[in-house]
């Protein structure tokens, strides 16, 4: 990895940290993007500090925001640098109803529009790579069926579990969709479920005497990590695309996912929710 460069999206803490800190020693550059400047800062020197690995960098971005998703892209794009690897690992699960500064349902927004911008932002970068990675981190929470309309929009009664598992099913749908639209493009786009992570913001449902014995049902972020790193700088990992893994190996997911003419639309509808083109893709 010592001549790639990648992106970890909310690497400041958790399995965001732990993928970047492991990408950063096997040698990769690594740009951090992360939403506090001194929380990101503070983990930046903390990677540089543990692996020695000074090709560090800090973007800023709220991942609320389509424009700040679009800041943050133009601020690498100017560099000229190809990426190799992008690593869509930001996320969060609200247990209240809030919507996005471009109106839409702040789980929706934050767990899938981002990525889905970021990536469609970023694609010529990766196709500048010899074998570019699109990792995307999705989860085993997947709901059953896909209501666009209601997706995007905060519903009453409100539940964050449910928000969350719609978010998820969009994320493996899209990288199902786009995985195979790339196919011979030389960009692998694979999804994952890294476990149940214990952090202290995963555990702010568990009920507080139980927060003791929450760490030792969950993995650790360094755990959760592991199968972000194999997707992401493995040899054989490169070859794979299309695929959703949990528990170290490709596993299924819910059968709606499968659902190519949902995927389609779900794919069109999104290019309509970000402002991107028709031929996003840049493909013929």
């Known amino acids: ?25 096997r040698g990769a550059a ?31 971005c709220d991942l609320s925001s389509l424009k700040s998703v679009r800041d943050v892209s133009e601020a690498f794009r100017s560099r000229g640098d190809r990426l190799d690897v992008l690593v869509n690992n930001a996320g969060g699960l609200f247990d209240r109803p809030q919507t996005s500064a ?23 970068k990766l196709r500048a790579s ?28 409100y539940s964050g579990f449910n928000a969350y598992r719609t978010a998820k099913l969009a994320v493996i ?29 995963s555990t702010r449902s568990v009920p507080g005497f139980l927060r003791p014995l929450a760490k030792l049902f969950m993995s650790s972020p360094e755990q959760g990590a592991r199968l972000i790193l194999h997707l992401a700088a493995s040899p054989e990992a490169g070859s794979s695309s299309g695929k959703y893994y949990a528990g170290g190996r490709a596993v299924s ?19 309509q929710w970000t402002g991107l083109p028709e031929n996003a893709l840049g493909l013929d």
Request: glycine letters at 8%; one cysteine or more; charged letters at 20%.
């Open 1 to 25: 990895m010592k001549e790639k460069i990648c992106m970890v999206t909310g690497a400041n803490s958790g399995i965001g940290f732990a993928a970047a800190r492991g990408l950063a020693e």
């Open 130 to 157: 010899d074998n570019g990675r699109i990792v995307n981190v999705a989860s085993v929470m997947q709901a059953k069926t896909l209501d666009l309309d209601a997706a995007i929009r905060p519903q009453t009664p």
């Open 173 to 201: 749908m899209a990288t199902y969709f786009m995985a195979e639209r790339l196919g011979g493009s030389g960009i692998a786009v694979n999804a994952l479920h890294p476990g149940v992570i214990y952090t202290p913001q």
């Open 253 to 271: 997911t819910v059968p709606v996912s499968y659902d190519s003419q949902q995927q389609r639309v779900l794919y069109e509808r999104s290019l």
């Open 30 to 60: 690594v740009v951090m993007v992360c939403r506090n400047r001194e929380r990101g800062e503070a983990a930046r020197k903390e990677i540089v500090r543990q692996t020695g690995n000074e090709r560090i960098e800090l973007l800023l």
């Open 102 to 124: 471009d109106g839409f349902e702040m789980t929706f927004a934050v767990n899938y529009l981002a990525p889905y911008l970021l990536t469609h932002l970023l694609l010529d």
